[in-house]
């Protein structure tokens, strides 16, 4: 993981306060009251703490949010930041506390009074998460983990609540790592690597390669990556810490999409190094199920591949035999990933008869139309499934937002001279997309497909992540095996 906060839980220690170097937090209620950590810090800095708590200005400041004294008189440290914190706060608010202090942090040193306050393990998942900074590939920055030390009443209670939270945020991170990476850095090759390192964590991994991927018929992937001098594969990772049927999570991994023969125009096409969000995502959720010991089955299948134009690439008008072996008329090859998606969700199927399945993918732009950056697009065949989700999502501030699927939309999936062609036009491109994927679901089987193309990258910063990958989607699906798929 790249550079993330090194959290510490200590006792309470007023005296240190007042040599603490670095930088200084304090958790004040709503009302301006403070509490012995407070006070003392209030004396320090000759009345200037109390009076800003207790002044006009406290009103305006939102709960989570923060005021900051730079280099506060009578103190070594060289800012104090009052953040507001209820006493009885929500996770939301509690995780907003601990991303404002991040942001305060800097590249230095934080010490945190939090005394007895609730929700510290998700102040704790805020700092961690908003800390994040990819800077693998910036050579004079600093690479080593910043140090945060959260003071508080009962440290051992605390590291004992927020461990299973700062498990789940180095998933994150890992998601963060790899949306983040630069195409000429993350290949097929380099992603699968990355995957068997999880090993160590005591998944099984097991990567299929291209002659594997033929002999089970897979036209539809290979014919995605026919183009690319990178070999397409699949991924498989198991978390077997139950019995029974898995869920399966299958991941988009386009590690690299130029549009294939369809060339993409040049203007963002930068961006498609995150065209393996959706692979990414599960990699992420498998890697904190690993860390925190899940008493769950996952498998976690990801499709990798590069979108290429070349003398070998997939033309428009091919025509391509999937595993399930329906065929499919390549109308556009920059509707790849549905292909890809196609044959790793028959597959998981075929061979794990799974509980459940989810697929991810940044798969269409129409998505983004329809919801902007704040939501992904939820699309489902069970209502219980679908609500347990949308019902997690909700419970860790990730925007997501179920949209239609009906019978009415096939008729644009029809094709002349195959069995279906892979894009149906602009209009409701988001759920013919998501109507070409049920054709590959068996009706027994409960299913999501999430469009994350807007959420798993973003041009600014948001509340727990700084501008770039986000993560999305990995809190949220640790939520819904938790509450539905353990033990």
Same mark, same amino acid.
């Given at each position: !993981? ?20 670095? +930088? ?8 301006? +009251? ?13 009345? #200037? ?26 103190? $070594? ?16 608010? #509690? ?27 998700? @102040? ?17 920055? +600093? ?29 994150? =991170? =890992? ?73 399966? @999570? ?5 590690? =690299? ?46 499709? @990798? ?18 595993? +399930? ?67 997690? $999502? ?38 013919? #997309?998501?109507? =070409? ?25 948001? !509340? ?10 990995? !809190? ?12």
């Amino acid at each position: !993981m790249t550079s993330p906060i090194a959290i510490s839980f200590v006792d309470t220690d007023l005296a240190a306060l007042e040599g603490a170097q670095g +930088k200084l937090g304090l958790l004040v209620s709503p009302d301006g +009251k403070l509490d012995p950590a407070g006070r003392r810090l209030s004396r320090l800095t000759r009345g #200037a703490l109390a009076r800003l708590v207790e002044g006009p200005a406290w009103e305006k400041v939102k709960p989570g949010e923060g005021v900051v004294l730079n280099w506060p008189a009578g103190l $070594a440290a060289a800012g104090l930041m009052a953040v507001k914190l209820s006493r009885r706060p929500s996770p939301e608010e #509690a995780r907003r506390a601990g991303a404002s202090l991040a942001k305060f942090k800097g590249a230095e040193a934080l010490l945190v009074a939090a005394g007895g306050t609730a929700r510290i393990a998700d @102040l704790a998942l805020g700092l961690a998460l908003r800390g994040y900074d990819f800077t693998t590939h910036k050579t004079g920055e +600093k690479d080593q983990p910043q140090d945060a030390r959260i003071m508080v009443a009962k440290p051992d209670e605390a590291r004992a609540a927020a461990a299973a939270l700062l498990a789940v945020a180095e998933g994150v =991170f =890992f998601t963060r790592d790899l949306i983040n990476e630069p195409a000429n850095v993350l290949t097929t090759r380099d992603f699968a690597a990355r995957l068997e390192g999880m090993r160590a964590l005591g998944l099984e991994v097991e990567i299929l390669e291209e002659a594997d991927l033929a002999k089970m018929g897979m036209g539809a992937l290979l014919g995605v990556g026919q183009g690319s001098e990178s070999p397409s594969k699949i991924a498989v990772l198991q978390w077997k810490g139950a019995e029974g049927a898995p869920l399966a @999570l299958i991941g988009k991994g386009v590690v =690299f999409d130029t549009g294939g023969i369809s060339l993409k125009p040049p203007g963002g096409m930068e961006d498609m190094t995150m065209d393996m969000g959706g692979a990414g995502v599960v990699a992420g959720v498998m890697h904190g199920l690993a860390r925190r010991r899940a008493p769950a089955h996952v498998v976690g299948l990801i499709g @990798l591949v590069e979108n290429m134009p070349s003398g070998t690439a997939q033309r428009p008008g091919d025509v391509v035999t999937s595993m +399930k072996g329906d065929t499919i008329e390549v109308i556009n090859t920059d509707a790849e990933g549905r292909l890809v998606l196609a044959d790793v969700m028959w597959y998981a199927q075929d061979r794990f008869n799974p509980a459940g399945m989810i697929d991810l993918a940044t798969l269409t732009g129409a998505i983004i139309i329809a919801l902007g950056h704040e939501n992904a697009g939820v699309f489902s065949n069970n209502d219980a499934l679908c609500n347990a989700f949308l019902k997690a $999502a909700q419970a860790e501030g990730e925007g997501a937002w179920r949209m239609p699927l009906g019978a009415a939309y096939d008729e644009k999936l029809k094709s002349r001279i195959a069995d279906m062609k892979n894009v149906g036009g602009r209009d409701g491109g988001a759920i013919t #997309a998501a109507q =070409f994927l049920q054709r590959f679901v068996k009706p027994e089987t409960a299913w999501i497909h999430l469009d994350i193309a807007g959420v798993a990258s973003v041009k600014s910063d948001t !509340m727990l992540a700084p501008k770039g990958a986000t993560g999305w989607g990995v !809190m949220a699906l640790d939520r819904l095996i938790r509450d539905h798929f353990e033990g």
